[in-house]
């Protein structure tokens, strides 16, 4: 290949056109010297990227100095930065602010010595910076409605806070005022019950025997009401402790069947157990507390069954795992009319008398806790209790407590 002055013409035009095509902008400048000192940057070569960009021409920037074109190069030491640059060697690579000639650019600015001048390459970055910027002020906006929501969760967990301590007040005062009330109108019953029973032995007539029987059954019924009261205030204010002791479990369904035989035979209807195998002779837990919801539902069935019968099922699964006791499973199914589904969804609601009233024809019934206290006992003991209607066959109440196992220290009656 010839070495001649057309092949050496033939590169510079390809470079000049490679260098035009590139994305940056490119620019050489020579130094203007005076008394050897650089007092400005001649341009002697820019690619069209260089102007379109900057939006001139190849005679306008060739015809002036850099100074000229970009006064403030001065002010921001970028011309003292170009200056080092060729009288060091040291390359220079810096996000810059250029202002002059109309424009207001912010670039990435590459500088290389070149002869006795330099090279630059940029290109403007004033998109990415406009993002920065709003990515800034998006942040800065979120910090700031973090900081006032937090502000706010924070308010409204300390009012959270100050409600729970007053409702804990309430309930603390709410159980004792029971107490106390429990405690003296017990008192006054007790003693009406106590003269109901001696003017009853003192040969009294019929009609005043059966006037005794409807006060004695006032008094009892008030004082099985005030039972209620306190025993549901005590649930709901946590305070309520079960028992952990082993009992008979056969015998407790057949003992609390019993206590209902003769009120089922004076209305003439059935009562049956259907206990099923295996159940555990003995098991531990709450007797007392099992033996209330089982009578709660059984009187309950009674209550509100006029023929027919109430049959009380029940069996057990083990545990999981197994040697944690046993779940049982009882029903109380019974032949009366059942609940709508409107009363149905009550029912185990507190102070709503339709938990033990809706079923009965004259509306009676209790403060409406029986269900209530019972569905609270239930979730104690790590169960729960439900109510299901068949048609034409009653009702169903359901459910399940878990029974803990007997080891061998209860059964060697070490405990």
Same mark, same amino acid.
């Given at each position: 290949m010839s070495n001649g002055p057309q092949s050496q013409e033939a590169r510079t035009v390809f470079l000049a056109e490679l260098v035009d095509g590139l994305y940056n902008c490119i620019s050489v400048s020579e130094a203007v010297r005076e008394g050897g000192r650089i007092v400005d940057f001649q341009c002697t070569f820019v690619n069209r990227t260089y102007l379109e960009s900057l939006r001139t021409t190849r005679e306008e920037v060739l015809s002036k100095r850099l100074l000229e074109r970009f006064p403030t190069m001065r002010e921001t030491g970028l011309f003292d930065h170009f200056v080092e640059v060729v009288e060091t060697g040291e390359p220079m690579d810096v996000e810059q602010r250029m202002q002059g000639d109309g424009l207001d650019l912010h670039v990435?600015?590459?500088?290389?010595?070149?002869?006795?001048?330099?090279?630059?390459?940029?290109?403007?970055?004033?998109?990415?910076?406009?993002?920065?910027?709003?990515?800034?002020?998006?942040?800065?906006?979120?910090?700031?409605r973090v900081a006032e929501r937090t502000a706010e969760l924070s308010e409204a967990q300390k009012r959270l806070q100050q409600a729970l301590e007053l409702a804990q007040q309430s309930n603390r005062a709410k159980g004792e005022f029971l107490a106390m009330v429990s405690h003296d109108l017990r008192s006054p019953l007790t003693a009406i019950q106590g003269y109901v029973g001696l003017l009853a032995s003192e040969g009294v007539s019929r009609e005043q025997t059966e006037q005794l029987n409807v006060i004695d059954q006032c008094a009892e019924g008030l004082l099985r009401l005030l039972d209620d009261l306190l025993r549901f205030s005590r649930l709901e204010a946590g305070q309520f402790k079960l028992e952990n002791e082993p009992f008979l479990l056969p015998s407790l369904f057949t003992e609390t069947l019993d206590i209902f035989r003769p009120a089922a035979m004076q209305k003439k209807i059935g009562l049956r157990t259907e206990l099923g195998s295996p159940?555990?002779?003995?098991? $531990?837990?709450?007797? *007392?507390?099992?033996?209330?919801?089982?009578?709660?539902?059984? !009187?309950?069935? /009674?209550?509100?069954?006029?023929?027919?019968? $109430?049959?009380?099922? *029940?069996?057990?699964?083990?545990?999981?795992?197994?040697?944690? !006791?046993?779940? /049982?499973?009882?029903?109380?199914i019974d032949t009366g009319t059942g609940l709508d589904p409107v009363q149905a969804r009550r029912l185990f609601q507190p102070y709503i008398q339709g938990a033990e009233g809706l079923r009965r024809p004259d509306g009676g019934g209790g403060v409406g806790l029986g269900l209530a206290i019972c569905r609270r006992l239930c979730e104690l003991m790590g169960g729960d209790i439900t109510y299901e209607r068949a048609p034409g066959k009653g009702s169903c109440f359901s459910f399940r407590v878990k029974l803990g196992p007997v080891d061998e220290s209860w059964k060697s009656g070490k405990k």
């Amino acid at each position: 290949m010839s070495n001649g002055p057309q092949s050496q013409e033939a590169r510079t035009v390809f470079l000049a056109e490679l260098v035009d095509g590139l994305y940056n902008c490119i620019s050489v400048s020579e130094a203007v010297r005076e008394g050897g000192r650089i007092v400005d940057f001649q341009c002697t070569f820019v690619n069209r990227t260089y102007l379109e960009s900057l939006r001139t021409t190849r005679e306008e920037v060739l015809s002036k100095r850099l100074l000229e074109r970009f006064p403030t190069m001065r002010e921001t030491g970028l011309f003292d930065h170009f200056v080092e640059v060729v009288e060091t060697g040291e390359p220079m690579d810096v996000e810059q602010r250029m202002q002059g000639d109309g424009l207001d650019l912010h670039v990435r600015l590459i500088v290389k010595k070149f002869g006795d001048g330099f090279l630059a390459a940029f290109h403007d970055i004033a998109r990415r910076k406009r993002g920065e910027t709003e990515l800034k002020r998006l942040n800065q906006d979120l910090e700031y409605r973090v900081a006032e929501r937090t502000a706010e969760l924070s308010e409204a967990q300390k009012r959270l806070q100050q409600a729970l301590e007053l409702a804990q007040q309430s309930n603390r005062a709410k159980g004792e005022f029971l107490a106390m009330v429990s405690h003296d109108l017990r008192s006054p019953l007790t003693a009406i019950q106590g003269y109901v029973g001696l003017l009853a032995s003192e040969g009294v007539s019929r009609e005043q025997t059966e006037q005794l029987n409807v006060i004695d059954q006032c008094a009892e019924g008030l004082l099985r009401l005030l039972d209620d009261l306190l025993r549901f205030s005590r649930l709901e204010a946590g305070q309520f402790k079960l028992e952990n002791e082993p009992f008979l479990l056969p015998s407790l369904f057949t003992e609390t069947l019993d206590i209902f035989r003769p009120a089922a035979m004076q209305k003439k209807i059935g009562l049956r157990t259907e206990l099923g195998s295996p159940l555990p002779e003995i098991a $531990v837990g709450d007797a *007392a507390q099992l033996r209330r919801i089982l009578a709660n539902l059984v !009187g309950n069935a /009674l209550k509100f069954t006029e023929q027919g019968e $109430v049959v009380v099922r *029940a069996r057990t699964e083990p545990a999981s795992p197994p040697e944690k !006791g046993w779940m /049982l499973y009882a029903e109380v199914i019974d032949t009366g009319t059942g609940l709508d589904p409107v009363q149905a969804r009550r029912l185990f609601q507190p102070y709503i008398q339709g938990a033990e009233g809706l079923r009965r024809p004259d509306g009676g019934g209790g403060v409406g806790l029986g269900l209530a206290i019972c569905r609270r006992l239930c979730e104690l003991m790590g169960g729960d209790i439900t109510y299901e209607r068949a048609p034409g066959k009653g009702s169903c109440f359901s459910f399940r407590v878990k029974l803990g196992p007997v080891d061998e220290s209860w059964k060697s009656g070490k405990k």
